[in-house]
Structures are given as structure tokens and as C-alpha cells.
């Protein structure tokens, strides 16, 4: 794509009908990854890479109220650099609603047999699950881009690359794959129709493809109840049900079943507590910044817990914003596709 081009949709290619209401500087998306009292070379690095891949120093996020897909523009994706600088340490769960959900529909709908893909695999917790009960080891590509990520997905028995699906290292594969499995991972990737019409060179008919992304109602509400943003270049679209399906019409693909991961105060108020203390580490000269500044250690995670949780009250008019919605507030969308 070109970036002087006027903002369209990435899905349905319409234009905006409404005005941008959000938008973020190179300098606001830097600090919200890399605070810039805590790591200042890092935070700068971050911001002028970020205004690299933006060919300018702002991006806008439009709702696109064709195929109800939120999007950033530019709408280009973060490189390995960006993440690198991003995110030095990265950790995964070991455990997800997606995860649950894609092997309980496995149980009624197997698999066909042959080759799965899987995109972001990171180090593994779900093929450790799909493995070998659904498919044989050696028949799993998982493509991440961690070496941490690789070396353990390697010692599974997976076969491991570090390249993007996009690459022509997978078209030994070609109309064979029986499964695609994209775990939070679609909201990071730019060109999706490239994208879909690789997936559909890559499968053979009939394939399962299975896709989870936040939620973006409850990104929403993070984003009007001073929690975290849903920050560009790491996240670049936002999903609803609506542009799921729109996402199938596209492919040629159908939607077999969509459903949000059902809500539990419990994660809710401790997540809500975490984000809410990092959002307000993003301003300089908060307590909660003023915290996260200094050495990274076992006092100062004491210290940022005490912060945060004294900051209960005021979060408690939030909760009682939930109340009534929660059942929407779920954090995952999960979606199961037959090609
Ligand atoms: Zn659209």
C-alpha cells in the first residue's frame, strides 16, 4: 500500500464516513510500550522506528461502519525491530479460553487428516494441547518469530520457522493444510486480503481455520474508562462478530461459529487494577510513573501492587460502568471457518 493514500477501510475497502475520534502520536504509542522515565534511549529508539513505519508522526484509528471493522491508519503492521524494542521480555499464557474452546469443537467436529499450521505459535502451550490427541507432532508448522519461542516448539517435535505466511518456504504445502490456527494474531497483521488468499493457496477444501482477536467491546471500554489503549503499530485492527463474517465473505470461507469468551469479575477487576495503574504510568509525574521508573526489582513490584490497589476507588465508578454489560465484556472473540 501507499501511505499518502486517503485512509480506507483494510477489509471492505470502503472510505471513512465519520471522522477519525482517536488518534496517537509517535511520542504517545513509544510510551505507551517503553516509558520514556524508565528506559529513555529505548523509549526514543521506539519513537522514531514507530514514525518510520508511519511515514509520519500520528496515526489515526477510524470504525468503519460498513463491515464494522476498527482499524489504524497507516494500517502497517509492526516489524521485528518494533516488537524487539517493544516487548524485550515476552511471556505467553499457558492457558487460554481459545485454546479450551478450539479443542472442545475438535471433539465434535474432528479434523481432516493432514498437515496444520499454526501462526504465532509462541512457545507452544496450545499445539502442546492439539498434540498428539488431534494431530501427529510431526505434521505441525508452527511459525513464530521468537527464538525462545522456536527452540521449544522444536524440542515438541514441531516444525519451526521464523517466516510469514506470506513466504514462499510454505509453498511445499500448498492446498494441503487440513487446519489453520491464528491465536491473537490477526489484530497484527496488515494486508488481509493478502493474507486470506494465502491461507486459501495454503489449505485444502474443506479446512478448519480457527481465529481468536480481543474483543473489541471490551477494548472499547478499556478505552473510555482511562484503562489501557489498544495501541498501534502492535495492534492494528479491532474485531467485532460483524467483521468476522465480513472476513469470511471475503475469503469465500463459512462462519461456522463465532462466540465471545464469557466474562468473570474476578479477572476483570485484578486485569482492570493492572492496566489502569500502566495507563497512568504513561503520564509523567504520577505516582503510578514514578514507580514504574525506577530499577526493575522485587521491591518495586511490591511497590506498583500497593499502588495499584490503592487506587481501588477510584476505580470502582468504572466497575459499576460494567455492570449491566458485562456479558459483552468477555476479552476474546473465537471463530471457527471452514474453507
Ligand atoms: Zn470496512
Known sequence: ???????????????P????AVSYSAAEAAQHFVLAEEYPQR???LRDHITGLWSRNDCR???????ALTYAWPFVAGDGHFYNLAYPYSAYPAQRWEFLRTLDSLRGAPLQPGPVLEIGSGFGYFLGQLAPDHVAAEQVIALEYSDAGRAQLAAKGFQA?????????LDPWCGQLAAVFLFQVLEHMDDLHALTSRLNELTRPGAAIFVAVPNHDRTAFNEAHASL????????????????????????????????EPFRWSA????DLVYAHMRRAQTPGTLSNKVRSRPRSGARQVAEAAVALAAMPARIPHWLAAVG???SLGNSLWVRYQR
Not at 229 to 243: E, G, K, L, V
Request: aromatic residues 6%.
Open 43 to 45: 523509549h526514543a529508539e
Open 17 to 20: 464516513d465519520t471522522p477519525s
Open 229 to 260: 489503549c489498544d495501541m498501534p503499530p502492535n495492534h492494528i485492527s479491532q474485531w467485532t462478530p460483524q467483521a468476522l463474517q465480513r472476513l469470511a465473505d471475503t475469503a469465500g470461507w463459512r462462519l461456522d461459529r463465532c462466540e465471545r
Open 161 to 169: 520457522m521464523a517466516c510469514d505466511v506470506r513466504s514462499a518456504s
Open 1 to 15: 500500500m501507499t501511505l499518502y493514500e486517503s485512509p480506507c477501510c483494510p477489509l471492505c475497502r470502503q472510505p
Open 325 to 327: 454489560r458485562a456479558r
Open 268 to 271: 476483570f477487576m485484578r486485569g
Open 61 to 67: 484509528m477510524y470504525a468503519c461502519r460498513q463491515c
